[in-house]
């Protein structure tokens, strides 16, 4: 029992021994820099992964197309207070984005809208309103390649007599860049009237030569259905603030459109 207590004494003694003789030695390599969280975010239009860094640390998923929204952390070494973040095309290096975060700024968020090799801010979606639908799009003809300006055309289609009726106007909307906001009253399409005679009402958003009432297809292949060829568009009846990217999909000679993206 004696011996016991004395070979217990020992190894105690050499444990605290040891124990001492690390943590002496963690002063070496304990980090003592600050942990900075970065995150990424935004929408990815071009087919192309990007690769993200901090310093020379890359993150551990690329950015592929679409959506995406990842974060990393970086670790300051001592005497460090800066690190760049750089956001290059995988495949062909090319830079998309360089910025210089600050220790002292604390946590970071990035947005950006990639596309066509170009970096785009995220557009602000304002705080939907009682009673008022809030859009704003972005038109990528992809199929006509249609490159002058248009006006987006929110309205009502009286399927009798068949008769479109405009609720508001986007002006001006350049191809593949994000347009202004247009607001309109929230509406109902159910037991509606034209004139006194019951129709059927759908909400349809038309686009339009710009400045005018033709519709951007005139003189194209591809003709327009008047209640099928819409852009894409909330529901009439609940208060809303959207964002649409949208493109072309003709079905036939007859276009429609495909909702790239709704935010």
């Known amino acids: ?59 551990q998923s690329y950015i592929n197309s679409g959506r995406f929204d990842m974060s990393e952390a970086y670790l300051f070494p001592a005497n460090q207070n800066t690190v760049k973040l750089s956001i290059r095309e995988k495949e062909s290096g090319k830079p998309v984005l360089e910025k210089e975060l600050k220790k002292a700024d604390g946590a970071a968020t990035i947005s ?49 007599p068949k008769v479109f009726e405009e609720l508001g106007r986007i002006k001006n909307a350049k191809p593949y860049e994000f347009s202004d906001p247009v607001t309109i009253p929230t509406f109902s399409t159910v037991g509606q009237q034209y004139n006194g005679q ?4 759908s909400f349809v958003v038309y686009i339009y030569k710009a400045g005018t009432n033709e519709l951007y297809t005139e003189g194209t292949a591809y003709t327009w259905h008047a209640t099928s060829s819409t852009a894409p568009k909330p529901a009439s009846s609940a208060a809303a603030a959207k964002l649409y990217i949208f493109s072309e999909v003709p079905i036939g000679n007859s276009m429609r459109f495909n909702k790239d993206l709704e935010l």
């Open 112 to 160: 950006f809208f990639y596309m066509n090799g170009k970096v785009n801010d995220m557009p602000e979606i304002p705080a939907a309103e009682e009673g008022k639908i809030k859009v704003s799009y972005m038109f990528k003809p992809t199929v006509t390649n249609y490159s002058e300006p248009v006006d987006i055309v929110l309205g009502k289609y009286y399927w009798t």
């Open 1 to 59: 029992m004696k011996i016991r207590n004395i070979f217990y004494a020992v190894f105690t003694a050499v444990v605290l021994l040891a124990q001492t003789a690390c943590n002496k030695g963690e002063d070496n390599f304990l980090y003592k820099g600050d942990m900075l969280p970065v995150t990424v975010k935004g929408y990815n239009s071009d087919n192309k992964e990007l690769l993200v860094k901090l310093d020379t640390i890359r993150f």
């Open 198 to 201: 019951n129709t059927i009402v």
